[in-house]
């Protein structure tokens, strides 16, 4: 069973940056898509960073794009989404996701997913 976990979350001030980490156990293959989602208070989860299985395309939402950048360490099955210049409106809690599928970008086709990272932006 793949199992996923995030860290690096934390409260910065705006402007700030932060390294969100998600390791992952239980499978040493790396065919497997991953991705990254968040989900603010009263909003629907939303993805912000979902690379394509071989890394040539990387899926970013206008909201993020030129900010957030995601990278994955295929060795160690890890993911890192670094962000920058955060905003308070990226307040939320980040989630990393998986699936050997591969079927789209959205979380309806992702099948594995972590139990967050909380995110805090104060103005």
């Known amino acids: 069973q793949l199992q996923l976990m995030e860290s690096g979350g934390g409260s910065v001030q705006a402007g700030g940056s932060l390294l969100l980490s998600c390791a992952t156990s239980g499978y040493s293959d790396s065919t497997f898509c991953m991705g990254w989602f968040r989900q603010a208070p009263g909003k629907r989860r939303e993805g912000v960073a979902i690379?394509?299985?071989?890394?040539?395309?990387?899926y970013y939402p206008d909201s993020v794009k030129g900010r957030f950048t995601v990278s994955r360490d295929n060795t160690k099955n890890t993911l890192f989404l670094q962000m920058n210049s955060l905003q308070p409106e990226d307040t939320a809690m980040y989630y990393c996701?998986?699936?050997?599928?591969?079927?789209?970008?959205?979380?309806?086709?992702?099948?594995?997913w972590g139990q967050g990272t909380q995110v805090t932006v104060s103005s």
């Open positions: 996701a998986a699936d050997f599928q591969c079927a789209g970008w959205g979380e309806a086709y992702f099948t594995y």
């Open positions: 690379p394509s299985r071989g890394g040539g395309y990387t």
